[in-house]
């Protein structure tokens, strides 16, 4: 998958969890969490679906490799790509 | 014979629009089958049926909107023989009564000395008012003054019937709640919190506790449990704090159960309202139930699958109802503690703030270590900060054994 794919993906499963939020709008480099207004339950279930869509773990110990859009987008790439 | 009513939905909460049958007249009904679904200030709600039989038939239309107590559809037990809608019409008022789902609080209250009121009504007299409990529970939801009824009820007692006919006179539930501020109109969830913690406040004598607790233990063993999941069965920590608040309730009940009309009622299981943020704003705090029983890994299910239908806007009026003890967690992105308000008629809620590194003595170093703010809010009417302080201990003495949870 090319970083572009990765990346609809993530927006699509973003909007999932956070309808309300636009991700224009958004400071790509900034805390995930801050900038969608999600919780640990949420963050949880993002990974849940994105580890489904994508087909790679995504371990907890990796969690703080995908602290900001821009990175989550990073690790995925890596990982996915 | 037996009337499906609109059951309690919470202190806040008084009425409600029938929006939905699940159940048509003649299908066979059991105890927690889901029969309709009422659209409330805290969204859709599905109401479940405590008796078993067939359903004969409805009693309120689709779109009305209608207090809590009235009777909704008829419900036939097997034994019985003809149906007789007529005659469970005329006396609709008991029978709902009768069946007015309450939380299962222990049989025998514990009569406190307090005085029931602040303001002097012939109950706080001495002279004890003939309420039912149904009728009691609306007038209390409703903000209605028993003391101001005229009972029509056996021996002159306030039934079901006459606090209904007292709702109907009044303004409708929204115009009575709204406040005007800056301008704006509250919306029906900020109205429904604005109502119970203003109750909360000026009825309940609030003491606070709070203790800073290590997590190391409790991180590692998430940690540990996660490693080889994958990321829909991984546990979070609010896992552990929920059913550590749980298991503590055992040996506390002073801290789970409701306080009603000067009387405590402590709760034998635990239903543990799980605060739950709503992104529309607002909250909500539905229960988990019998939360001490379930192990971690089920309670980690229930809670994943009650913030889903949470912030779907769909979920089951016992388990808005019900809650014994609210337990609200801020998760990573918060504050390092949270004073919480009680909600009434319970009488402790507990606040985990989030969890912070800190520096931390241990036999005589001082070394960095993961704490969380553990705090009280307690009902100095049932409690005192002596029973609260050793509450807060257990608790934390269940996160230091988290294999044991």
Known sequence: MTREEIEAVLRAEMHQIA??????????????????????????????????????????????????FDAMLDYLTAHAG | MAAFVMPSLGSDMDAGTLVEWLKRPGDEIHRGDIVAVVETQKGAIEIESFQEGILTGYLTDLGRKVPVGTPLAVIREESEDEPDDAALLKGAAPAAEQQAPTAPVSAKPVTLDVEPRITATPEADGARLKISPAARRLAQASAVDPATLTGTGPQGSIVLADVMARLEQKPAPEAKQAVRE??????????????????????????????????????????KVNADRPPENRLLLGALFLKAVALACRKFPEFNGHFED???????????????????????APAIHHAETLDLDTLMDRMRDLVAR???????????????????????????????????????????GTPVSRPWEQAGDIKLKRVVTLTLAADHRVSDGHSGARFLNAIEKHLQMPEKL
């Open chain 1, 19 to 68: 309808p309300d939020i636009d991700i224009e709008e958004i400071d790509r480099q900034e805390d995930l969490r801050d900038e969608f207004d999600i919780d640990s339950m949420d963050f949880q279930n993002l990974v849940a679906a994105l580890s489904k869509r994508l087909g790679i773990p995504m371990p907890e110990a990796d969690y703080g490799e995908m602290g900001s």
């Open chain 2, 262 to 284: 000067g009387v405590y009622h402590p709760a034998e299981a635990v239903h543990a309202g799980m605060a739950i943020n709503i992104r529309e704003g607002g909250l909500v």
């Open chain 2, 310 to 352: 949470v912030r779907a806007g769909r979920f089951r009026a016992t388990e808005l109802s019900d809650p014994t003890i609210t337990v609200s967690s801020l998760g990573d992105r918060g504050v390092e503690a949270l004073y919480g308000v009680i909600y009434p008629p319970q009488v402790a809620i507990v606040g985990f």
């Open chain 2, 182 to 223: 800056g301008g704006e109109q509250l919306s029906g969830m900020r109205a429904a919190i604005a109502a119970a913690m203003a109750r909360s406040k000026r009825e309940i004598p609030h003491y606070y506790l709070s203790q800073t607790i290590e997590l190391t233990n409790a991180e590692a063993f998430v940690a």
